[in-house]
């Protein structure tokens, strides 16, 4: 036998063997059902131990102004439609319908009322750090973040997680998805009360801002696990008492 022969009979290398998608996919599914369940709990003791607080939180918004203590949203959630990359859904004219959707499930969320009630419409929008709507208690709540608070009912519910990125308004979540490239990926997971951006970023008060955030969800979004979020969870606190934190 020739050496060509011999050469072109062994048998061909093999490629570098990847995992199935099937089975990253369950795995995935696996570490989010695990997320989720973390989630839960923390915000079910977290409800009973703050129970006696936010009772006092509830009196002080009451008696400091006229209106509601509590204050409710829409916010844009998570995005559960399965997205197939074909051109079939084109010719069903189904992309025109997603093009115009809020880009994931709006809920209600809940949060403590920080605000004077305002008696005329004044759209979505941002609140700014000196904003002369905030009430003296309002102040006080939106500095040590208790104001969220309330949101841990909508963990309960289903409708965030305490980790993950913070949920927009509708109105507002358009025009930042027509303007941010991969905007809409952030609606891949629940929101959350607390998140990678918020500590690593304070309030935002630039389109920059929102940028920096934005890259800060995604990143979460890519390596997101049950030990991710515990972290985030033991990071919020020293932010809520004040304290910068950066962790890049």
Same mark, same amino acid.
């Given at each position: 036998?020739?050496?060509? $022969?011999?050469?072109? /009979?062994?048998?061909?290398?093999?490629?570098?063997?990847?995992?199935?998608?099937?089975?990253?996919?369950?795995?995935?599914?696996?570490?989010?059902?695990?997320?989720?369940?973390?989630?839960?709990?923390?915000?079910?003791?977290?409800?009973?131990?703050?129970a006696p607080l936010l009772l006092v939180i509830a009196a002080a918004v009451k008696l400091s102004s006229p209106g509601p203590?509590?204050? /409710?949203?829409?916010?844009?959630?998570?995005?559960?439609?399965?997205?197939?990359?074909?051109?079939?859904?084109?010719?069903?004219?189904?992309?025109?319908?997603?093009?115009?959707?809020?880009?994931?499930?709006?809920?209600? $969320?809940?949060?403590?009322?920080?605000?004077?009630?305002?008696?005329?419409?004044?759209?979505?929008?941002?609140?700014?750090?000196?904003?002369?709507? $905030? /009430?003296?208690?309002?102040?006080?709540?939106?500095?040590?973040?208790?104001?969220?608070?309330?949101?841990?009912?909508?963990?309960?519910?289903?409708?965030?997680?305490?980790?993950?990125?913070?949920?927009?308004?509708?109105?507002?979540?358009?025009?930042?998805?027509?303007?941010?490239?991969?905007?809409?990926?952030?609606?891949?997971?629940?929101?959350?009360?607390?998140?990678?951006?918020?500590?690593?970023?304070?309030?935002?008060?630039?389109?920059?801002?929102?940028?920096?955030?934005?890259?800060?969800?995604?990143?979460?979004?890519?390596?997101?696990?049950?030990?991710?979020?515990?972290?985030?969870?033991?990071?919020?606190?020293?932010?809520?008492?004040?304290?910068?934190?950066f962790y890049h």
């Open positions: 036998m020739s050496p060509v $022969i011999r050469w072109t /009979t062994k048998p061909a290398a093999r490629g570098p063997v990847f995992a199935r998608p099937g089975r990253v996919n369950r795995a995935a599914k696996r570490g989010d059902r695990a997320r989720r369940a973390l989630n839960v709990v923390v915000a079910a003791v977290s409800l009973v131990f703050l203590v509590l204050f /409710t949203q829409e916010r844009v959630g998570v995005d559960q439609r399965r997205r197939p990359r074909d051109r079939r859904g084109s010719k069903r004219g189904g992309s025109d319908r997603r093009r115009t959707d809020s880009g994931g499930k709006v809920f209600t $969320i809940y949060k403590l009322r920080t605000m004077y009630v305002s008696q005329g419409e004044t759209g979505q929008v941002w609140a700014q750090k000196d904003d002369p709507r $905030i /009430t003296p208690v309002g102040r006080v709540l939106r500095a040590l973040r208790f104001d969220e608070l309330p949101q841990l009912w909508n963990v309960l519910r289903g409708e965030m997680n305490i980790v993950g990125p913070r949920p927009e308004q509708p109105e507002i979540f358009r025009h930042l998805r027509s303007e941010i490239t991969d905007y809409q990926r952030r609606q891949e997971v629940l929101p959350g009360i607390t998140g990678w951006a918020q500590i690593n970023n304070g309030y935002d008060q630039t389109f920059w801002d929102v940028e920096r955030k934005v890259n800060y969800d995604l990143e979460y979004v890519r390596r997101r696990s049950t030990l991710e979020d515990l972290k985030i969870m033991v990071l919020t606190v020293p932010v809520v008492l004040g304290r910068k934190v």
